[in-house]
């Protein structure tokens, strides 16, 4: 297309779009315009399907509503540009500018191209085109409600960027550069995040079911209230992100296991059943001052949990990985924690300790029944002031954790390791005779 041709087009457009007489809609379907200077343009509304813009310059142009189906805008630059409810399916953005661009709304999915002749068996067929917009800038783009379900975003910068509510379901994110960016509401189930860089952004009430954020940097992200059942978390930096979820956000099954205690405990056995979450995943779950004791929660995933003054008394936890949980002032009691792992978790104030059994009458027996735990990692946990009194510590590992203050008289200590650990005022059990 000559500039002479482009220019009479841009002009009966612009007559178009103010009603006058002469005007017609825009028609650059499959135009070759590569290069070309649009800068400020107003194609509402106009047709550029399948049109090679490849490295044009559209900075500032309004497309809001544009049918760019499959349209090559690699490398193009769309900064400013208001692409908003602009059909984006399929198309090529590999390395394009969209600083400050307006997506709200906007369709950025695969799409499907039809063809004639020449397919399979000769015959007409349809060909599934994924809209590539890996290494674009969308920093401080306007991306609300935009849908972009299973495009390919490796390697892009959206720092910044507006994107609540919007649809990223089965998209590629991988590497990615998303600091400070509102993914509120936004749906990522089965997004691949591995590695991608999410410091600072807020993820409220995100759904990010099944999502891979294998080594990705969550520092102080916001993600309260997100969905993130079977999220892949291997080697991700949570350091000081609000990963609390409360028991609404996971499954039917744990909703009714802990509903059902609640009523077990509350009625003293005679309605409810005590809880059986053998090997559930609870990582990041706010279970702060709840009652759970005498439920099975053995290999029970707890990683970065709320546990803060809750009541896990006479509990089956056995093997549980609770690294990074605060378990601050809760009651352990004559719980089973036998190589249960609480490296980096808080314990300031909890009690460890044994519980006085009790007859069927209500009344003490006289009998202790002992903490166990055997076998447990505290590596680099916070336990100032814990009460492990009588507990047995056998063969745990208390490297590097502070345990200020704490009491373990009365505690086994046998092959317990404290290498590294701050026991500054903490009361000792005297030292197991190695002959014993």
Same mark, same amino acid.
Not at 27 to 43: I, R
């Given at each position: ?28 379907? @499959? ?5 070309? &200077?649009?800068?400020?343009?107003? +194609?509402?509304?106009? %047709? ?59 369709? +950025? ?23 590539? !917009? ?24 959206? $720092? ?7 649809? !990223?379901?089965?998209?590629? +994110?991988?590497?990615?550069?998303? %600091? ?36 990705? &940097? ?11 059942? =079977? ?11 609000? !990963? ?21 405990? $509350?009625? $003293? =056995?005679? @309605? ?5 979450? #053998?090997?559930?995943? *609870? ?15 053995? $290999? ?16 089956? @936890? ?18 089973? +924690? ?12 909890? /009690? ?20 166990? *735990? ?8 916070? @336990?100032?002031?814990? #009460? ?33 650990? #701050?026991?500054? /005022? ?11």
């Amino acid at each position: 297309m000559t500039p002479h041709e482009l220019v009479a087009v841009l002009e009966k457009h612009e007559r178009w779009l103010k009603n006058k007489q002469g005007g017609s809609r825009a028609n650059l379907t @499959m135009a070759n315009l590569e290069g070309a &200077n649009l800068a400020g343009v107003d +194609l509402t509304s106009g %047709k550029l399907s399948g049109a090679n813009l490849t490295h044009s310059d559209l900075s500032n142009a309004n497309l809001s509503h544009a049918d760019l189906f499959a349209a090559h805008l690699t490398k193009a630059d769309l900064t400013g540009c208001n692409l908003y409810r602009a059909d984006l399916r399929g198309a090529h953005m590999r390395g394009a500018k969209l600083k400050r661009a307006i997506l709200k709304e906007a369709d +950025l999915r695969g799409g499907a191209l039809l063809y004639g002749g020449g397919g399979k068996n000769g015959k007409g067929g349809v060909d599934f085109v994924r809209s590539d !917009l890996s290494g674009s800038d969308f920093d401080d783009a306007m991306m609300s409600n935009a849908n972009l379900s299973g495009a390919d975003l490796t390697d892009v910068s959206m $720092n910044g960027a507006d994107c609540e509510g919007a649809l !990223l379901t089965g998209a590629t +994110l991988m590497r990615s550069a998303m %600091k400070n960016c509102n993914l509120a509401r936004a749906d990522l189930r089965g997004c691949n995040m591995s590695g991608v860089n999410l410091s600072g952004s807020v993820l409220r009430d995100a759904n990010l079911t099944g999502a891979v954020l294998a080594g990705a &940097n969550l520092r102080n992200a916001d993600l309260q209230g997100a969905r993130m059942e =079977g999220v892949d978390l291997a080697g991700a930096d949570t350091t000081g992100a609000n !990963l609390a979820r409360s028991a609404d956000n996971f499954s039917q099954h744990i909703q009714e296991a802990l509903h059902s205690h609640y009523t077990w405990i $509350n009625t $003293n =056995g005679a @309605m409810g059943s005590r809880a059986d979450l #053998n090997g559930a995943d *609870l990582s990041h779950i706010d279970l702060h001052g709840v009652n759970l004791s005498g439920a099975n929660l053995r $290999n029970v995933k707890l990683v970065g949990a709320k546990m803060r003054d809750s009541l896990l008394i006479m509990c089956e @936890m056995s093997d549980a990985d609770m690294r990074d949980a605060d378990f601050s002032g809760a009651i352990l009691d004559g719980a089973n +924690l036998r190589g249960a792992d609480f490296s980096g978790a808080r314990l300031d104030g909890t /009690g460890i300790g044994w519980v006085d059994i009790k007859g069927p009458d209500g009344k003490p027996t006289g009998r202790l029944w002992a903490a166990n *735990l055997t076998g447990c990692k505290f590596v680099g946990a916070s @336990m100032v002031r814990v #009460n492990l009194r009588g507990a047995n510590l056998a063969g745990g590992d208390f490297s590097s954790a502070d345990l200020t203050g704490a009491i373990l008289s009365d505690a086994n200590i046998r092959d317990a390791r404290f290498t590294g650990a #701050n026991l500054t /005022g903490a009361s000792l059990p005297p030292a197991p005779d190695p002959d014993d």
